[in-house]
């Protein structure tokens, strides 16, 4: 099968059911089935291009990138064909390539799995109005997914599913699910997250000097080694909110850390506000929250059989409501088997059904969805 266009709005619907997303105009719509026409049709995109990837593996031998701009009411789409299932594997790069970068505004990437980097999988450099909907990125050499770069601006990462990533080279100390880091830029979410099983963070926002917005998110398991690595050095922490000296105000809404080998969550050294609201923290090696020098709001968190303690909180620390404050209890969970928690999402993406560290409380804790 070769390259094919088509060209409009109707014959783009013709291509098959189960579509994610549309154009908002009648445009070209591209179907690639070879990384050769995928490389050709990123690099060649302008806005309102709708690039759509039949089913199968992928295996590129360069690096798939791309400069070129959507429009915030004309994006670029990249996803599979109708319902057909999309893996992009890096294993025929060479080290230290990415699989993906993007340096461009106003793309919308969904349903795609990126898997077996050498290095990062997927990263977004000073890039403006990106959605990232329902990707996953699997076992690579680096973090899973990054935004990086001064003019990172207004970027959605929805519902992503990243895992299993190990830096060798650093036996384990760098590769995280979710990467925000060396930049500036306001406006960035991350909503639906599940970064499990990574050798350092589930979320590292080392050097990035502007706030992002953090919910519905779970990361654990991570900074365990489970590669046999003698010298690992992954920090296992769940979420890792700052460092090399920013001072920046980032928000964590109802999201969850467990089983992390470090902190659930952690200001690491970010003196700024922090702001962290009804979310839990349940077994993690050290910390449950760990604010010892900043400024950080703490509210109606709960935190339960971390290796530490509940909290380690500095004079700075804004502490309301919180299983360790006064006069607030500490809810029974009523579930602590997390086996539904690596279940297949929901038909719309959301995180699955559970009822792990769940509590009914209306008032305390994540709510686990």
């Known amino acids: 099968m070769s390259r094919r266009t088509a060209l409009s709005l109707t014959a783009a619907l013709a291509l098959g059911a189960g579509l994610a997303v549309l154009p908002t105009q009648a445009q070209a719509a591209t179907v690639v089935?070879?990384?050769?026409?995928?490389?050709?049709?990123?690099?060649?995109?302008?806005?309102?291009?709708?690039?759509?990837?039949r089913g199968g593996t992928y295996y590129p031998t360069a690096t798939l990138q791309s400069t070129a701009n959507g429009t915030s009411s004309n994006p670029i789409y990249l996803q599979p064909y109708g319902s057909e299932t999309v893996k992009i594997d890096g294993s025929s790069l060479p080290d230290g390539d990415w699989i993906f970068k993007l340096t461009a505004d106003y793309w919308n990437v969904s349903g795609i799995?990126?898997?077996?980097?050498?290095?990062s999988a997927v990263v977004c450099q000073s890039c403006t109005g990106t959605v990232w909907n329902n990707i996953k990125t699997i076992n690579g050499g680096d973090s899973g997914f990054t935004l990086t770069g001064d003019g990172t601006?207004?970027?959605t990462v929805r519902n992503i599913d990243s895992y299993g990533h190990y830096d060798s080279a650093n036996h384990g100390e760098n590769a995280d699910?979710?990467?925000?880091k060396y930049g500036s830029g306001t406006g960035n979410l991350i909503t639906g997250a599940r970064l499990y099983n990574n050798s350092d963070d589930g979320l590292d926002f080392w050097s990035f000097s502007s706030p992002v917005t953090v919910e519905h998110t779970?990361?654990?398991?991570?900074?365990?080694?489970?590669?046999?690595?003698?010298?690992?050095?992954?920090?296992?922490?769940?979420?890792?909110?700052?460092?090399?000296?920013?001072?920046?105000?980032?928000?964590?809404?109802?999201?969850?850390?467990?089983?992390?080998t470090g902190n659930g969550f952690t200001e690491n050294s970010n003196r700024g506000a922090i702001v962290i609201n009804r979310t839990t923290a349940y077994a993690n090696g050290k910390w449950g929250y760990y604010f010892a020098t900043g400024a950080a709001r703490l509210g109606k968190n709960l935190a339960v059989?971390?290796?530490s303690g509940l909290v380690n909180k500095?004079?700075?620390?804004?502490?309301?409501?919180?299983?360790?404050?006064?006069?607030?209890?500490?809810?029974?969970?009523?579930s602590t088997d997390a086996t539904s928690t690596y279940n297949a999402r929901q038909s719309n993406g959301a995180l699955p059904v559970t009822t792990?560290?769940?509590?009914?409380?209306?008032?305390?804790?994540?709510t686990m969805d």
Not at 225 to 254: C, I, P, Q, T
Not at 356 to 366: K, M, N
Request: glycine fraction near 16%.
């Open 33 to 53: 089935d070879t990384s050769a026409e995928l490389s050709g049709a990123l690099s060649s995109a302008t806005a309102g291009t709708l690039i759509q990837v």
């Open 314 to 334: 500095g004079s700075s620390v804004v502490s309301a409501g919180n299983n360790w404050d006064s006069g607030i209890s500490t809810p029974a969970f009523r």
């Open 305 to 307: 059989s971390n290796g």
């Open 177 to 180: 699910g979710i990467a925000v």
């Open 218 to 260: 779970w990361a654990f398991g991570n900074g365990v080694n489970r590669w046999s690595d003698s010298a690992f050095a992954g920090d296992g922490n769940g979420y890792k909110l700052g460092g090399d000296g920013e001072v920046v105000a980032h928000v964590v809404n109802n999201s969850a850390a467990w089983g992390n």
């Open 113 to 119: 799995t990126f898997q077996n980097s050498p290095d």
């Open 356 to 366: 792990f560290l769940t509590t009914g409380s209306t008032t305390i804790g994540a």
């Open 153 to 155: 601006v207004n970027n």
